[in-house]
């Protein structure tokens, strides 16, 4: 690869970008593109850098971008991805940072699908995300749970819980008996589990493998993996 001049004010280049290369695999499915942008303070042309899937078959995993390793776990767990989708759009280092960053055993490649809320890591694992969940679609609330109290209880001693709140009336526009209650959780899933959970869905080749994730984790899919123990907690259906 030609060596891609940084600063055309300065003519500073990156003279081994095919050791960067090589190090990460990008050649494997990535190509370096080059992108003029002109420099608001100095008014001089720069090129920054992007990471671009090579086929069809690697666009499905998003857009690859640089992250601090520990940064990204970090607010995974404890961040909406609404609000950490944007802040990795706007922190893709350029290309005078590159080498930085890619020789630098904290950082590494990441593909963002932003349009599913996802996140691979460089061997196409899907990286745990939190999910807040209330009573819609779930089964936190006391249409589908008949203790709320002793689920709430169970709940708390699981390592991927982040947050419960207290239980709650479920509001009036939206309570049938006036009486129904629910409780909202953060989950933050286990990595394998959550890789198994949604490679059983790529493998059955279902139209919406997010979708059914995430059923999965609030306990409404329960045919493939029962994933919170809900099943001693279920309210059985009434005959009226």
């Given at each position: 690869?030609?060596?891609?001049?940084?600063?055309?004010?300065?003519?500073?280049?990156?003279?081994?970008?095919?050791?960067?290369?090589?190090?990460?695999?990008?050649?494997?499915?990535?190509?370096?593109?080059?992108?003029?942008?002109?420099?608001?303070?100095?008014?001089?042309?720069?090129?920054?850098?992007?990471?671009?899937?090579?086929?069809?078959?690697?666009?499905k995993?998003?857009?690859?971008?640089?992250?601090?390793?520990?940064?990204?776990?970090?607010?995974?767990?404890?961040?909406?991805?609404?609000?950490?989708?944007?802040?990795?759009?706007?922190?893709?280092?350029?290309?005078?940072n590159?080498?930085k960053?890619?020789?630098?055993?904290?950082?590494?490649?990441?593909w963002?699908?932003?349009?599913?809320?996802?996140?691979?890591?460089?061997?196409?694992?899907?990286?745990?995300?939190?999910?807040?969940?209330?009573?819609?679609?779930?089964?936190?609330n006391?249409?589908?749970?008949?203790?709320l109290?002793?689920?709430?209880e169970?709940?708390?001693?699981?390592?991927?819980?982040?947050?419960?709140?207290?239980?709650?009336?479920?509001?009036?526009?939206?309570?049938?008996?006036?009486?129904?209650?629910?409780?909202?959780?953060?989950?933050?899933?286990?990595?394998e589990?959550?890789?198994?959970?949604?490679?059983?869905?790529?493998?059955?080749?279902?139209?919406?493998?997010?979708?059914?994730?995430?059923?999965?984790?609030?306990?409404?899919?329960?045919?493939?993996?029962?994933?919170?123990?809900f099943?001693?907690?279920?309210?059985?259906?009434?005959?009226?």
């Open positions: 690869m030609n060596n891609i001049i940084i600063d055309k004010g300065t003519k500073k280049t990156i003279s081994n970008l095919q050791h960067i290369e090589n190090t990460y695999s990008l050649n494997e499915f990535i190509y370096i593109k080059e992108k003029i942008e002109i420099d608001s303070f100095s008014k001089r042309e720069k090129i920054n850098i992007e990471l671009v899937p090579q086929d069809e078959k690697h666009k995993y998003g857009f690859p971008y640089i992250c601090n390793v520990s940064k990204l776990t970090e607010s995974l767990k404890y961040q909406e991805f609404e609000k950490i989708y944007p802040l990795l759009k706007n922190s893709f280092p350029s290309i005078s590159l080498e960053y890619l020789n630098n055993s904290d950082y590494a490649i990441y963002v699908d932003g349009s599913n809320n996802l996140i691979f890591n460089n061997e196409f694992e899907l990286e745990p995300r939190r999910y807040r969940f209330d009573y819609i679609g779930t089964v936190f006391s249409r589908e749970c008949k203790d109290k002793k689920f709430k169970y709940l708390l001693s699981r390592k991927d819980i982040v947050e419960i709140s207290d239980i709650m009336k479920i509001p009036y526009y939206n309570n049938n008996t006036g009486s129904d209650t629910y409780f909202t959780v953060t989950i933050y899933p286990e990595k589990k959550y890789n198994k959970i949604y490679r059983h869905f790529i493998d059955k080749k279902e139209k919406y493998p997010c979708s059914r994730t995430k059923d999965v984790l609030c306990g409404i899919h329960r045919n493939f993996i029962d994933y919170l123990n099943e001693p907690f279920k309210r059985e259906i009434e005959d009226d």
